[in-house]
């Protein structure tokens, strides 16, 4: 069977869908360099701003708070919260102490001048 001579055929690239946005966004970082990307962004977000207002910013900030608390919940159980929670506690600990130590530091320099 042969092809109609006004018919272009189709072109493989072997790339993927991804591979081929990534590919176009690259070419357009290095044309238009990230203060293009900067520009666009604050227009969106402006956009969006007189759409929506400030309550949609909330609204969607803490629904992205309960989706990425439970995605981090699934991923590492509940153990995990427990031992940040306890690393946290010893480094606060640990800076007290430090800025006790410093205080104290301080304090004697001053009297020994």
């Not at 629904?63 to 929670?85: H, L, Q, S, V």
Request: charged share 35%.
């Amino acid at each position: 069977m042969a092809l109609d001579p006004q018919t272009p055929k189709p072109r493989e690239t072997g790339l993927s869908v991804r591979e081929a946005g990534q590919k176009g966004g690259q070419t357009v970082k290095k044309k238009y360099g990230p203060e293009f990307y900067e520009q666009i962004g604050r227009k969106g977000g402006l956009a969006t701003k007189r759409a929506h207002g400030h309550g949609f910013y909330e609204q969607i900030g803490k629904k992205g708070g309960k989706k990425g608390g439970e995605a981090t919940r699934d991923r590492y159980g509940p153990d995990f919260y427990e031992r940040i929670g306890q690393k946290g506690g010893q480094r606060v600990k640990q800076l007290i102490e430090e800025g006790k130590r410093a205080a104290l530091a301080a304090e004697a320099e001053k009297r020994a001048s």
